[in-house]
């Protein structure tokens, strides 16, 4: 029983390890900010540029798409009121753009039990008030709940 216990610390101590980690990426264009990934070795693994400037507190790794390591989602502010947020899934040791969203507000949380992105095109104003549409993945892409704008989501 022991060596179990010692078995399963030792994995979970390789899998918070092998993590891979999240940095400013500076070799873009003027107007675009970049992410690059590192793995646990501190090797760059893919880095991306993007239209807009930084949004840290928004990028990050989920799960979306209910692959076992977690996708990135990077957000830049692409305007006074426009965010614009890709999601990239993990693919061997690199990463696979699957689409983009460009909207008010977009933002990872689970709706209905499952993992989902949150969408909101126009910002919220007295005779437009809040409405959002949520995009749940399908296994080959992310399908909105009701009909949106051609341009919320390109992939």
């Known amino acids: 029983m022991a060596w179990r216990t010692v078995f399963t610390f030792a994995f979970l ?3 918070c390890r092998a993590q891979d980690r999240i940095e400013v990426y500076t070799n873009c264009p003027d107007g675009w900010s ?3 990934i ?3 070795a501190g090797h760059e693994v ?3 540029c993007q239209l807009g400037w930084p949004s840290p507190d928004r990028t990050r790794f989920v799960h979306l798409t209910g692959s076992k390591a977690p ?6 502010v692409a305007g006074a009121k426009v965010l614009r947020a890709s999601i ?3 693919q061997g040791i690199g990463y696979k753009r699957l689409g983009e969203f460009s909207g008010f507000s977009v933002e990872p949380i689970v709706w209905n039990g499952r993992p989902a992105i949150r969408y909101q095109q126009l910002m919220p104003q007295m005779e437009r008030p809040e409405h959002f549409v949520y995009f749940v993945w399908d296994g080959e892409d992310f399908v909105p709940s009701e009909p949106v704008d051609p341009l919320a989501y390109q992939h």
């Not at 996708?71 to 830049?76: A, I």
Request: proline share 0%; no cysteine.
């Open 88 to 90: 990239y899934r993990k």
């Open 46 to 48: 893919f880095s991306t």
């Open 34 to 36: 970049g992410v690059r």
């Open 38 to 40: 590192l793995d646990a």
């Open 71 to 76: 996708d990135l989602f990077y957000v830049t």
């Open 13 to 15: 101590a390789a899998s």
